[in-house]
């Protein structure tokens, strides 16, 4: 579970007190329950009315405490109870307003049983540098540096893809430990090594005609996406545990 200054219980990260974050640490925050959660997913959100950040006078986002407490609510209800947006929206609606409502519950499929009603897929997001920047709060100087290593790379057209705050966020953060830019090129081919495997895995899927089958290899690809990042956050606990009794 999230937590935040508004009351939500959980596993100890923390929003500050009446602050606004932006969009990466509010990436930062949610990961720890949702290692699957993307920029775009959160744009998606918002452009379904799920959340309403604020904004600067320049445009960018600026999230409450309470924002991100919604969010991890969106997000859960999604991954535990197979909820579409329209029914989440209009549950937490009701329970701002104060009304005693129960959480609807579609359940996990069964034999016999209809299955769940497909969750939306946000749209890929592309964001200029100026973006980039301001979202990740860091200075012009360090992603430079940053791209110079390869662990940022700009997309053809000289914007980004939306997921490269995540990035951004986690390198500056790991800088505040004395972890420097090129000690995570190690990390950079691990995470490209990764992602080949799992493109040979959804290759064929890929390639189908049907264009349900190619819509599961994209489900499937996020799926196993999921649970790399999982798996390398247990080894790299394991290693530690060996290191460090």
């Known amino acids: 579970m999230l937590h935040t200054p508004s009351g939500g219980a959980g596993s100890g990260t923390t929003a500050t007190d009446g602050a606004l974050m932006s969009i990466g640490t509010v990436l930062n925050v949610l990961r720890e329950e949702f290692p699957e959660v993307t920029i775009s997913k959160i744009r998606f959100l918002e452009s379904e009315g799920l959340i309403e950040p604020q904004r600067t006078p320049s445009g960018y986002r600026k999230f409450s405490a309470a924002d991100v407490e919604r969010l991890g609510h969106v997000l ?3 991954r535990d109870h197979y909820l579409p947006l329209k029914v989440i929206r209009e549950h937490l609606d009701a329970v ?8 609807p519950t579609l359940g996990r499929q069964r034999d016999g049983e209809a299955g769940p009603e497909p969750v939306e897929k946000p749209a890929s997001a592309r964001i200029a540098r100026a973006q980039l920047l301001a979202d990740a709060g860091i200075g012009d100087q360090e992603l430079v540096e940053w791209e110079s290593y390869g662990l940022i790379t700009p997309l053809s057209d000289g914007v ?4 490269t705050v995540t990035v ?6 790991l800088g505040r430990f004395g972890i ?4 995570l090129r190690v990390m950079k081919a691990a995470a490209d090594r990764e992602a080949g495997l799992v493109e040979q895995v959804v290759a064929p899927l890929m390639r189908h005609r049907n264009p349900q089958t190619r819509t599961h290899a994209q489900a499937r690809a996020q799926e196993l996406a999921g649970l790399t990042v ?9 290693a530690l545990g060996v290191r460090l009794p």
Do not use: F
Request: charged letters at 35%.
């Open 76 to 78: 859960r209800m999604q």
């Open 96 to 103: 701002e307003r104060g009304e005693d409502v129960r959480l």
């Open 160 to 163: 980004y893809d939306a997921e």
């Open 168 to 173: 951004a966020s986690l390198i500056a953060e």
């Open 180 to 183: 420097e830019p090129r000690h």
């Open 230 to 238: 999982k798996l390398h956050a247990a080894l790299v606990q394991t």
